[in-house]
């Protein structure tokens, strides 16, 4: 089946630095790809919707200026965490699907981030 | 919105013990998907469902779009199935996400 990554699996960085997370698609053209964030014990919360070669569609309240979504090729979207705080420490995934071709969404195994 | 319901938020269950988990919601949709999250983290799609009934080894997925419900079943239940099993619906790119249901199997 379809393999979506994510790289690094986890990371530890300090307050005010800016953190790149990676998701790949290894096997399929991924026209959109979604990232997600999930705090403990809860469900996850869409944080914002890329089309390759578009802007990022950003859920409200999310804040486009801290988290940078470019989805420049149809195998790869990076999300970066501008000037880390606390706060941000989470567990962020991303998904990703051939739309409109599929409805299939695959998932990538995550990334915690634990800003101290 | 779509609002999504699952049930039980939590269930244990003996190692063999058949088990049912819940999902509703309140507008049509495209597809209804089954995600399994293991305690590590990372997600795995079960099923993705528009119509009718899904098999997947011990696992089988149902909906039912008029009463707009849906369940995952889990035969033979195994400690290995231990995970929380949630529950999305999906029209186009939009997703909206139960809560989960943490299952337990004890040996």
Redesign the interface.
């Known amino acids: 089946g379809a393999v979506v990554s994510q790289h690094p699996s986890w990371v530890i960085c300090k307050s005010g630095t800016s953190v790149k997370i990676e998701c790949r698609s290894l096997d399929f053209q991924a026209t959109?790809m979604?990232w997600y964030r999930?705090f403990p014990k809860?469900?996850?919360m869409?944080m914002a919707?890329s089309n390759e070669g578009s802007k990022a569609t950003y859920e409200q309240g999310v804040e486009k200026d801290k988290f940078l979504i470019n989805h420049a090729s149809l195998t790869l979207s990076t999300l970066t965490v501008t000037s880390a705080h606390p706060e941000d420490s989470s567990?962020y995934?991303c998904?990703a699907r051939d739309?409109p071709i599929s409805?299939?969404?695959?998932?990538?195994?995550?990334t915690?981030l634990t800003v101290t | 919105k779509n609002e999504v319901e699952q049930s039980p938020q939590n269930l244990t269950a003996q190692e063999g013990e058949f088990i049912t988990i819940n999902c509703s919601y309140s507008v049509g949709i495209?597809?209804l998907?089954w995600?399994q999250q293991h305690p590590g983290?990372?997600?795995?799609?079960l099923f993705?469902l528009?119509s009718g009934k899904k098999k997947h080894g011990r696992l089988i997925a149902t909906i039912n779009i008029q009463e707009k419900h849906s369940s995952l079943h889990i035969t033979a239940s195994h400690p290995r199935d231990s995970a929380v099993y949630?529950c999305?619906s999906?029209t186009g790119?939009q997703?909206y996400?139960?809560?989960?249901t943490s299952l337990t199997v004890i040996p």
């Open positions: 959109t979604f999930q809860q469900s996850l869409l919707t567990f995934i998904s739309w409805y299939e969404q695959y998932f990538g195994p995550g915690r | 495209s597809a998907h995600l983290g990372g997600i795995v799609s993705m528009s949630i999305a999906n790119n997703f996400f139960g809560t989960g």
